[in-house]
């Protein structure tokens, strides 16, 4: 799932009946409206291409117009907000970074920063060392900079997926600030058995630890993920997470399909987010989130 992507309006007027047909129900289905959807990005509503079609914006309006507000629950951080719009234009909220920053873009003149947590360089540092002194060196990047497209601060790798956005510094100078989201993996470890052990050594006090299906483990603050980050908005809005709808595909999902009253899953989702799923729809290249809402809104008088 790739950490930013453009976003194209391809004109799909309509999904035909075979595509329906492979909706997957285990026996919870949602029963009318609910009071707020909530999706994530990269790999749920942004297809492998990097773009939104122009059918998924379509029904995004046609929720709007419901009177349902829409929320982008993403690990993008906020660097990647203006990218984050434009994927997702019709968001009345944005959840960033993993649930760390929470945008109020109702007033578009005046948008107001909800939640802004952060963890402290040495805090990173520490739970860095933890980690190579059981696995043996760990590569190491950092967000600090909130700036529209400001590059990631870090090691020196050759295996993050979006080299443009990387910036070499030592790790001293990169951990002498506040960070919003840290980033790590090894050579010989994948990012579920990582995301495991990482969870074994740091308690959860210090820091929380997910994954995104970049390869990469991030790290957050201590109770930041995307369900705290949907427990701002839906206290904002006076609205009980019993009646909100939720889609996702990843790890870094989990914490907001637990929270969720109805929660479903893209055909592409990893196993763990299809074993939580109240439903399944499409894969993201299908178009799954705004087939199944299509379907939703039909179904209302």
Avoid at 43 to 64: K, L, M, N, Y
Avoid at 120 to 134: F, Q, S, T
Wanted: charged share 30%; with cysteine.
């Amino acid at each position: 799932m790739p950490d930013h992507g453009g976003t194209g309006h391809v004109e799909v007027p309509e999904r035909d009946a075979a595509d329906r047909s492979e909706l997957r129900n285990d026996g919870v289905r949602l029963r009318g409206l609910p009071k707020l959807v909530a999706t994530d990005l990269d790999g749920t509503v942004v297809r492998s291409d990097e773009t939104v079609s122009g059918f998924t914006h379509a029904v995004f309006d046609r929720v709007r117009a419901a009177g349902v507000p829409i929320v982008g629950a993403t690990g993008r951080g906020p660097r990647l907000e203006e990218l984050s719009r434009i994927d997702l234009p019709h968001a009345d909220l944005l959840v960033l970074g993993g649930g760390g920053r929470v945008l109020d873009l109702r007033d578009p003149s005046a948008p107001r920063v909800l939640r802004d947590a952060r963890l402290p360089g040495p805090v990173v540092a520490g739970l860095v060392d933890a980690l190579e002194n059981r696995l043996g060196r760990v590569k190491l990047l950092v967000e600090v900079l909130d700036t529209q497209r400001a590059p990631l601060w870090g090691d020196d790798v050759d295996d993050w997926p979006y080299p443009d956005d990387l910036k070499f510094r030592p790790r001293e100078e990169s951990l002498c600030y506040d960070v919003i989201k840290a980033f790590v993996k090894t050579d010989d470890t994948d990012a579920d058995t990582l995301l495991r052990t990482a969870r074994g050594l740091v308690a959860p006090e210090v820091a929380a630890f997910t994954h995104s299906g970049l390869g990469w483990v991030e790290v957050t603050p201590p109770g930041v993920d995307k369900a705290t980050g949907l427990a701002v908005v839906a206290a904002e809005l006076g609205i009980d997470p019993a009646d909100v709808l939720v889609f996702g595909d990843m790890p870094n999902d989990i914490p907001m399909f637990e929270w969720a009253g109805h929660r479903v899953a893209v055909a592409n989702a990893h196993p763990e987010i299809l074993a939580l799923a109240d439903e399944v729809t499409l894969s993201n290249d299908r178009d799954g989130v705004a087939v199944y809402l299509d379907e939703l809104l039909k179904r209302e008088p």
